[in-house]
């Protein structure tokens, strides 16, 4: 089976968490210090904060930017949950925006009506490793006095008119999650420029503390180890060879793929996309209906996922804060989409079964 996601680990990063062991320094050390300063540099960013997932740096991020109980934060409906949870563990109330039909990611035309005296930021998403829209929400976000937060989870490396994805709002937020294009197992960071916020957050990650046993609001444990730091730096080193083997991957399926119905991933002007994940729309055209094609290419040995089968206004946590049909793009997306393998590790003979299971399976 061609798995939809694997992790690129080898043996580099294992002497790398092994001198941590061995070093006896496990918790947050040296190598946290170091893979900020280089996960910084390698953004473009002033500060980079290591944390514990993605989860906890979109929530740091958010209270580090002031966000709390009454707020509003506009969020898009087609994305991971963390997105829209995120917001609501500080108390404050995600508004739902719809996408891109033709790039999944938040439609800068959807944000106006949603605006109102509590709106506090919008947080864009660089879905799938392609980078939303960001000048026109920036232009909007400026010209309302609102934040801009990245959902950046995706997008190691994307960027957006010669700019790396995490420098170009308040705020930056990315997953080290063991499928995303590099991993230290589990992580997250947080990117600002901002003196201030980039202080609150290293305050908010360590339980509050301005200074050892000295706590001056509330906190949480939200650090990142030495181990996963010390994997962190390895794998930002090998990040850039392995977006170029995606985008290798993504132009051999797009170039290949010739099946009636399947609408193929668009990437937008002066973009650069990191494909985390290669996602295909299954439309009218295909013979099989997306569960169906599913089921095909797993009998082919060609494993698929979905990404995402509800939008998030209506998961059932989120149910009745938005209606139905409040957003009809993310509603069909999810109907249609299907991600399909790309990581580093599919190779040319891979790449060949995964073009002919899916021409052969639509035609």
Do not use: W
């Amino acid at each position: 089976m061609i798995p939809v996601a694997r992790p690129q680990l080898g043996d580099e990063e294992a002497e790398a968490a092994a001198r941590v062991v061995r070093s006896g320094m496990l918790a947050s050390g040296p190598e946290v210090a170091a893979f900020e300063s280089e996960f910084a540099g390698f953004v473009g960013a002033r500060h980079a904060i290591a944390v514990s997932n993605g989860t906890t740096a979109l929530h740091a991020a958010l209270l580090g930017c002031g966000i709390g109980a009454g707020d509003e934060v506009i969020v898009p409906s087609f994305t991971f949950i963390a997105t829209a949870t995120a917001v609501s563990i500080c108390g404050a109330r995600p508004v739902f925006a719809d996408v891109r039909l033709d790039l999944f990611t938040l439609d800068p035309d959807r944000l106006r009506d949603l605006v109102t005296p509590r709106t506090r930021a919008v947080i864009g998403v660089h879905l799938f490793g392609q980078p939303f829209d960001v000048d026109p929400v920036r232009e909007f976000c400026e010209a309302r006095d609102l934040l801009l937060v990245e959902d950046a989870a995706q997008a190691h490396g994307a960027a957006y008119r010669g700019r790396q994805v995490g420098s170009l709002g308040d705020a930056g937020c990315f997953s080290f999650y063991p499928t995303k294009n590099m991993t230290t197992g589990e992580g997250g960071m947080v990117t600002t420029d901002d003196d201030v916020v980039a202080a609150r957050i290293r305050r908010l990650i360590n339980h509050g503390q301005a200074e050892k046993y000295l706590h001056t609001e509330l906190g949480y444990n939200y650090r990142m180890t030495d181990i996963g730091a010390a994997i962190g730096r390895v794998q930002l080193r090998r990040l850039p060879g392995f977006n170029r083997r995606r985008q290798e991957n993504a132009d051999y399926l797009s170039a290949h793929l010739d099946a009636p119905g399947i609408v193929l991933p668009a990437t937008g002007a002066d973009r650069t996309h990191v494909f985390h994940q290669y996602v295909v729309t299954v439309g009218a055209g295909c013979r099989l209906g997306r569960e169906a094609l599913a089921v095909r290419l797993r009998e082919e040995g060609v494993g698929t996922a979905v990404h995402y089968p509800i939008p998030v206004h209506e998961q059932p946590v989120y149910r009745g804060t938005a209606p139905p049909s409040a957003c009809p793009v993310a509603g069909r997306l999810a109907r249609q989409v299907l991600s399909l393998p790309v990581h580093p590790g599919v190779g040319p003979a891979e790449l060949e079964r995964i073009v002919d299971a899916v021409n052969g399976a639509c035609r």
